[in-house]
């Protein structure tokens, strides 16, 4: 059984390690690494209201331990979509966290936050990731070609996933 959770202050070293892990870099969008007080800042002055924020941090907790984080951000509510990230520390992945979290998630966006779509974009060579989504229901329905660099070459396509809530 998990929830997903709001930020609490006692996530910013935890947060420090699964930011600054650089085999994590390889599939997200993280520029350069953070330093804690830049988390300790962020967590401290978060604000969840993700209609004014147009973005949404929770952490994947199982009640016992917190063992991801689960992103929604560039939320629009006019037009009523969110793009979505997800990561589960390496101990706690292939046990069907993420596909719960996912699904809380899902559930959120439909009834608290009324959109009507959401996405995800993933490296294609993130395998894991991309199995998840579809698992999920999410549907490949763009391929962004050489969308994502590795080792300073644009090489690596990004796959739009979609979900129609």
């Not at 947060?15 to 520029?31: A, H, K, T």
């Not at 989504?133 to 070609?145: I, S, V």
């Amino acid at each position: 059984m998990i929830h997903l959770r709001a930020l609490e202050p006692s996530d910013v070293d935890r947060l420090y390690v699964w930011e600054n892990n650089p085999d994590m870099w390889r599939y997200g969008f993280s520029p350069a690494p953070l330093s804690r007080h830049q988390i300790w800042e962020y967590v401290h002055q978060y604000d969840a209201n993700p209609l004014a924020r147009q973005e949404l941090r929770l952490m994947i907790d199982t009640g016992d331990e917190t063992v991801g984080t689960l992103d929604l951000y560039e939320i629009d509510a006019m037009n009523g979509h969110a793009f979505i990230g997800i990561m589960v520390a390496s101990p706690y992945r292939r046990l069907g966290y993420a596909a719960k979290a996912l699904q809380l998630a899902v559930d959120y966006c439909r009834n608290n936050l009324r959109l009507h779509q959401i996405a995800a974009t993933v490296a294609e060579d993130n395998t894991a990731s991309c199995m998840l989504f579809k698992k999920c229901g999410f549907k490949h329905t763009a391929t962004l070609p050489q969308w994502i660099a590795r080792e300073k070459a644009y090489h690596i396509d990004a796959r739009i996933f979609t979900l129609r809530l």
